[in-house]
């Protein structure tokens, strides 16, 4: 197998091999966007099923298209549809699914460790973790990761500032396993509030202050509040944290000249991001989706052992 693990569940453990095999093969793949038949018949013959627990606009349709783009069989199960309102498990649920013999389960969950907890209960198939409650979100961190590349062709002593809500954030704790595997100096900012004490075990630099943040970054990665996983007050109000948190072009005079800005959505406009700054020549967030794509064509590919012959 191209892969050291039958299983993509996150960064945190992952060799720095892998994580270069998925971002050559996406690098790969990128061109099949451009061709007038975006299709190629690779997995023709597999199927895939999504599995969603939780709301998804760009993950969910992202491994759908994904999929499709290199012929495999996918299959949108919906959890609002299904017996999970009748009581069914998470695990009975997959078992059942998986006796249908899917190859590939990706999995998104309000629980963090759900995908490992599917690992271990299904036999026969992979598992893709599509993001586990507050914890990972390994292929929003590759896709970040490529996209780094594509701008800057290295991410080595790159600063990026990763900044927001970090507390709920399974894009930034991905990111940051991520980006210091391969040697970037990553500072997490945002309210004392919204920033666990572990970040600073990672290897990144906390800072509550946005200018020290900023200051000569070349990423500036952005991320919302998560409102629905809060269940308390974590900042006085939207307005107070635009004018400390927010990203306006003013602040943005800070970073190096040559800066990209990101954002892994859901974005909201004048919460933490001025519509401005979303919309400018520095962002590149439509340029993550579209780069996600070829990711996760990579990743379905690679856990197929579709690369076997060629390695
Ligand atoms: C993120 C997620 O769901 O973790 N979005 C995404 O997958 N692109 C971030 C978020 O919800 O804010």
Redesign the pocket.
Known sequence: MPLSSRHLLGIEGMPIGDIELILSTARSFSEIATRPIKKVPTLRGRSIINLFY?A?T??RSSFEIAAKRLSADILNFSVSTSSVGKGETLVDTARNLESMSPEIIVLRHQAAGAPWLLAETCRECSIVNA?DGMHE?PT?ALLDAYTILERKGSIRDLKVAIVGDISH???ARSNTYLLTKMGARVWICGPPTLIPLEFGQLGAAVTFHLEEALADADVVMM??T?RERQNEVFFPSVREYFRLFGLSRERMRATREDAIIMH???INRGVEIDPDVADGDHSVILNQVTNGLAVRMAVLYLLLGAGEEES
Request: aromatic share 0%; proline share 12%.
């Open positions: 939780e998804s760009r993950t993001g979100h929003q954030s399974r894009v991320l919302r998560q892994p959505g859901p």
